[in-house]
């Protein structure tokens, strides 16, 4: 019997012992909860044109975590009837992986890498949707990361021979959240319940190191693509903001992760915000600027392909998917 690539890497001790207990730790969920295989996407790749900008989004799976990590701040039983009268799984949480790949004239820019093959069953797809969509990783000009999280950086090596993934590319990060996770003594200054994620980040980001520009708020990558802050989530988390033709897109990593508690209840704070009040602040910020410009979203964990916008109704705000 021949072992696939996948199989071999799946079989090691991080994919099924230590990823996973970080995740259960940073996101509040306990030692013994069942995490769930996410279910396959039914296709690898979404596209769709903003102007003379080509955009694709393609899956890198997805994960899935109890309910309860969506709101820390909010009692269980409020918590559920919310999600039951949404027609929601009140017990868990199902999060797709939706990556941005942007055409821009001699520009192909990515905006996250996925988590690789180490963190999570179901995830570490984008690989194969790179194939599956015929698209050329080496032809990647770009990588923006909006943040460091394991689903998000992970991918910049491939875990098979260690080597990068984008190997033509320049990275491009926000310099607080590079600081705040290549800080030395991140061990020492930092819970140890995030510190499985600081050390996988420390290797992907440590790999590309020379490659990448640390940046602040309203750093243009190229004409048209604006990287704004979008912090509370992460320290320094990013955004993307694209404009072409009149219209505007916003790649909004994790500031948006939920179809309706994101976007109805967003003072709620999921367990996976570092700076719970200052994320609730920044999700406002973007519902309100979302829906008073119309612009278009691509949310990282919305339900797949992440594509929608954002309207008001019944004093509070709605997603709309495209």
Do not use: C
């Not at 992460?234 to 033709?245: A, C, F, I, K, R």
């Amino acid at each position: 019997m021949t072992i696939s690539r996948r199989q071999f890497l799946k079989g090691g001790a991080m994919a099924t012992g230590g990823a996973r207990m970080a995740l259960s730790g940073a996101a509040g969920v306990g030692a013994g909860a069942m995490l769930r295989p996410h279910a396959a996407r039914a296709e690898a790749a979404h596209g769709f044109a903003l102007g003379e900008t080509k955009v694709t989004v393609l899956t890198d799976g997805g994960l899935t975590l109890p309910a309860s990590t969506l709101a820390a701040n909010v009692p269980e039983a409020e918590r559920t009837a919310f999600l039951t009268a949404h027609g929601q799984d009140p017990v868990t949480r199902a999060s797709a992986l939706n990556i941005t790949l942007l055409q821009r004239g001699d520009a192909l820019i990515l905006v996250d890498t996925g988590a690789g093959m180490n963190f999570f069953e179901d995830a570490g797809l984008l690989a194969d949707s790179f194939d599956s969509a015929g698209i050329d990783r080496e032809a990647v000009t770009h990588v923006l990361l909006t943040h460091a999280h394991p689903d998000h950086v992970w991918g910049i090596i491939d875990d098979f021979d260690e080597s990068e993934r984008f190997s033509n590319a320049e990275y491009i990060m926000g310099a607080a959240e590079w600081d705040f996770w290549m800080n030395p003594d991140f061990l020492t200054s930092t819970p140890e319940e995030i510190h499985a994620f600081g050390l996988g980040a420390q290797r992907n980001l440590g790999a590309v190191a020379e490659k990448v520009t640390r940046v602040g708020a309203d750093h243009a990558v190229v004409p048209g693509v604006t990287m704004i802050a979008t912090p509370g989530h992460t320290p320094g988390h990013m955004s993307v903001l694209v404009e072409d033709g009149g219209a505007q897109l916003l790649v909004t990593g994790d500031a948006l992760t939920h179809p309706t508690i994101s976007f109805e209840r967003p003072d709620w704070q999921p367990s996976t915000d570092q700076i719970p009040e200052q994320a609730a602040k920044t999700r406002r910020a973007l519902l309100d600027r979302a829906a008073t410009d119309g612009l278009m979203l691509v949310g990282y964990h919305l339900p797949w392909p992440g594509v929608g916008r954002v309207e008001v109704k019944d004093r509070t705000w709605r997603y709309v998917a495209a």
